[in-house]
């Protein structure tokens, strides 16, 4: 067994990668890893970058470039042109970003999982009822941004942003040990409420960016990508920008979750099963009326 499968095997116990990945200063340790991935100091950006890349399953081969300044640019790297494709069907709601699908299905009136045996209620994790009402019954898709992953989402379809609401919370992590550990985990942790809806038809979509530790920023492109969503604190930001299906939305700093949801109208794709990877632009719904 080679040393990187040895470590790999005590990390992922259980009980220790939930000590070691949140019974930790959460909020400290995601300001410091903020901090220190942007440190351009040579030395510092190949040791980080090496430790990355030995510790996930990074594949910079799509990359649009092979040097990065510090592990910050790493992580938000952009990609060579036409690396990920959108479905060019109109009744396709694409993947908005890289993903391992978790919990998914029918939101049952309010009432999803974050993983099984652990529900959660919709309007717990949005703070506007109104917006809840549009999506009961609807269908719903977890998806979940490795370490190593590509962390830029895109626009699953042809849309038009109507508003922002950034609400604060905490960074649990958001791997599968922790969503068994801690409930309504996504209603606790920060995270971002992108209400959209299909630019021709005005159905509505939400794209809910959950943050999780280590996840020093969510930014959204056609906000202010200058700044943190967080530096300006909760609040809601009415939006009135149209992005066409596959266009960069934002990205996550480090791995994270997406959830996504429509309204009763659409269903997941036959190939969707939890646990499968996805890439952004792959057809994830369809509708069907």
């Known amino acids: 067994m080679t040393l990187r499968a040895s470590l ?18 959460r909020r400290f340790a995601t300001q410091a890893m903020g901090r220190f991935s942007r440190i ?50 109109a009744d396709i709601v694409a993947s908005p970003s ?26 717990d994790l949005i703070p506007d009822p109104a917006v809840t009402e549009r999506f009961r019954d609807g269908t719903y898709v977890t998806l979940r941004l490795t370490a190593g992953m590509y962390h830029r989402f895109h626009a ?31 209603c606790r942790n920060e995270r971002a409420v992108i209400e959209a809806q299909l630019a021709a038809s005005g159905e509505p979509i939400l794209l809910v960016p959950v943050a999780a530790i280590l996840v020093a920023s969510i930014r959204l492109t056609f906000l202010d990508t200058e700044k943190a969503l967080r530096e300006g604190g909760p609040r809601r930001i009415a939006c009135d920008a149209t992005i066409p299906k596959g266009t960069e939305m934002g990205w996550f700093e480090h791995g994270s979750t997406i959830i996504l949801f429509v309204p009763p109208g659409f269903e997941l794709v036959d190939e ?18």
């Not at 942003?161 to 550990?181: E, F, H, M, Q």
């Open 8 to 25: 790999m095997r005590f990390l992922l116990q259980e009980d220790v990668n939930f000590l070691v990945t949140n019974r930790l200063p």
């Open 156 to 186: 699953p379809h042809d849309i038009r942003v109507d508003a922002v609401t950034y609400i604060s919370g905490d960074c649990w992590n958001v791997n599968p040990i922790a969503l068994k550990r801690v409930e309504q985990l996504f």
């Open 40 to 89: 351009r100091q040579p030395l510092v950006r190949d040791l980080s970058i090496r430790a990355w890349r030995f510790f996930s399953d990074v594949d910079l081969s799509d990359a649009a470039t092979a040097c990065f300044a510090s592990l910050h640019d790493a992580f938000t790297r952009g990609l060579v042109p036409d690396a990920r494709p959108a479905d060019p069907d």
């Open 272 to 289: 969707i099963d939890e646990g499968k990877p996805i890439r952004a632009g792959e057809a994830l719904l369809r509708r069907t009326r």
């Open 98 to 123: 890289d993903a391992i699908v978790g919990a998914h299905g029918r939101v049952d009136g309010d009432r999803l999982y974050q993983i099984k045996g652990f529900p959660y209620r919709l309007g």
